[in-house]
């Protein structure tokens, strides 16, 4: 069945996500729409990052649009580009995203589909020029259609995720998701306005020689974290941390390492929410082959209580997670 073979190197995301439809033969297609629906923002967003660094002089050299949006943060941007787009896709009845206090109504009753974003995640890097990143979380809704998405919607564990990505503004613009059949890349094209495969089939390293944690909390952290990180060393790992956690994520996935945001005795449930960061980058590593979980419970099966609840994060190589896990349970 010639649809079922991999699809080369260089093949657009468009006619990827067409051709994996075709893998299902009950799929309608709306799935399909609303990746495509999110690549689509990906690139709006990508041009207002790109600009960026113009904006504070926009006014001078006349390019401020009609709508005045130069004027707002570009995650208040990012934020509603992706709603905007999610909502005349028409795929999604309920939108959670990490800028709004409560569930956003799209107004489309008969969308089957949920989704949970982080529209731009390590804001804080943008104007030092750092790579930032897009989360998203795609689920099925539970309750019929026809009416409005419920908190029970937004609210399923990370294992009912039926696709998971994000979006890496860095030195080129990527986009990299599941549909729980493997981990896919694309790379933006910018005078082509395309994104392009070029990361088939992820897996990620099964060990790896790096580490990833904010050591300035060091003080607050419980005596398993500690003596992790003194492992770390022992082991002579590099510390590589950006502070953006897609663009550290995503370095650790292509090179083997481990991600931790730790509880800690100032953050108890330390500071990823679980919703919007963790479950999706948590689908993703497992579906390369690695590991995620809040250092006891797998990250995909914790129970959330509410949308924008903290996990603690312990992401990448299974060996290091696993070796993580051994620390932290060790302790007393
Ligand atoms: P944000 O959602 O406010 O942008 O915060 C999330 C960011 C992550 O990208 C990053 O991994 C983490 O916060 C860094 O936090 P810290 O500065 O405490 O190390
Ligand atoms: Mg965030």
């Known amino acids: 069945d010639h649809t079922k073979l991999a699809l080369p190197v260089g093949t657009t995301l468009d006619r990827f996500i067409m ?8 799929a309608t297609g709306e799935l399909s729409q609303l990746l495509r ?17 113009l904006i504070d002089i926009a006014g001078a050299y006349g390019s401020q649009n009609v ?29 959670i995203s990490e800028e709004d206090e409560e569930m956003i109504q799209t107004g489309n009753n ?14 804080s890097n943008i104007d030092v020029n750092v790579s930032i990143g897009t989360i998203f979380s795609i689920y099925r809704r539970v309750s019929p259609t026809g009416a409005e998405g419920t908190e029970q919607d937004c609210l399923q564990t990370g294992t009912h995720q039926v696709a998971a ?15 729980g059949n493997g981990v896919n890349g694309f790379t933006y094209e910018h005078s082509l306005g395309e994104f392009f495969l070029s990361h088939p089939n992820i897996s990620t390293p099964k060990t790896g020689a790096i580490y990833s ?13 500690a003596a992790y990180v003194a492992y770390c060393k022992q082991q002579s790992f590099s510390a590589r941390y950006i502070g953006s956690l897609v663009a550290d994520f995503h370095r650790n996935l292509l090179k083997g390492g481990i991600y931790m945001y730790p509880a800690t005795r100032k953050a108890p449930n330390g500071k990823l929410r679980l919703m919007y960061e963790c479950n999706a980058l948590a689908f993703i590593v497992e579906q390369a082959g690695g590991k995620s979980s809040n250092g006891r419970t797998r990250t995909l099966e914790i129970e959330p209580k509410s949308l924008h609840e903290r996990s603690p994060l312990f992401i990448g190589s299974s060996e290091l997670v ?3 896990e051994e620390f932290l349970a060790a302790e007393h």
């Open 19 to 26: 051709r994996k439809q075709e893998d299902f033969p009950y």
């Open 37 to 53: 629906d999110i690549a689509l923002a990906a690139k709006i967003v990508n041009r207002e990052i790109n600009r960026s660094g």
């Open 67 to 95: 709508q005045g949006e130069d004027q707002q943060k570009l995650d208040v941007i990012a934020n509603i580009r992706f709603i905007r787009a999610l909502r005349n896709g028409g795929e999604v009845c309920t939108i």
């Open 110 to 123: 008969q969308g089957k589909y949920v989704v949970a974003i982080d529209p731009l995640d390590g804001s």
């Open 165 to 179: 990505g994000y979006v890496i503004y860095g030195s080129s613009t990527m986009l990299v998701y599941t549909t």
């Open 213 to 225: 944690i904010n050591e300035g909390s060091s003080e607050y952290f419980s005596e398993g974290m």
């Open 322 to 324: 696993e070796k993580a």
